[in-house]
């Protein structure tokens, strides 16, 4: 899709195509999975054709790759890792890690030590319990942040079962 010359007669390569791979460990195979088929082969269509696949993948200046992960500690441990992984395995650099639905803190250190002191009626459980996750993510973006050397972008969770247009620009902005 990506190619410059397309098979179909008057087809256009489109400016951009993303792959939505799955999961790091395997993603990294997807992305070097070309280079196994072109050495494999070494002559004839398929050769050739996971050649071009292969060059396509491994130009940075062509293909960039963007980690999704969680504020979890698993998740952050897989972004980490895939980092190490494409270098060695694809030779690509991680361009951007975009840690997905983070948890808004409303409560500062001092808020949540007087909502604490207000009891343990289920709203201040809850909002407790919603201040300790921030936290925890808070510090799992950090590692993030201290590991990679790409930007890392949050996008918050926005607590809607869907996303419409408004949900959309909130993303975006």
Do not use: K, W
């Not at 397309?6 to 790091?24: F, K, S």
């Not at 082969?41 to 999704?68: C, E, F, W």
């Not at 441990?77 to 060695?88: C, G, M, S, W």
């Amino acid at each position: 899709l990506a190619q410059p010359e397309r098979r179909a007669e008057g087809a256009e390569p489109y400016d951009l195509v993303i792959l939505d791979a799955p999961a790091p460990g395997h993603g990294v195979a997807v992305l070097g999975a070309p280079h196994t088929f072109a050495r494999t082969a070494r002559v004839g269509r398929v050769a050739r054709q996971a050649r071009i696949i292969d060059d396509l993948v491994t130009d940075p200046q062509r293909t960039a790759v963007v980690a999704v992960a969680r504020p979890e500690e698993m998740p952050v441990n897989e972004t980490i890792q895939l980092r190490a992984d494409l270098a060695d395995e694809v030779g690509l650099p991680l361009s951007l890690a975009v840690v997905n639905r983070v948890t808004q803190d409303r409560l500062s250190a001092a808020d949540a030590r007087a909502v604490e002191a207000a009891g343990d009626s289920p709203a201040v459980l809850v909002a407790l319990g919603r201040h300790r996750r921030a936290r925890a993510e808070r510090s799992q973006v950090a590692r993030l942040r201290r590991r990679l050397d790409c930007p890392v972008v949050c996008l918050h969770d926005l607590r809607r079962p869907a996303l419409d247009a408004e949900a959309i620009h909130a993303l975006a902005r």
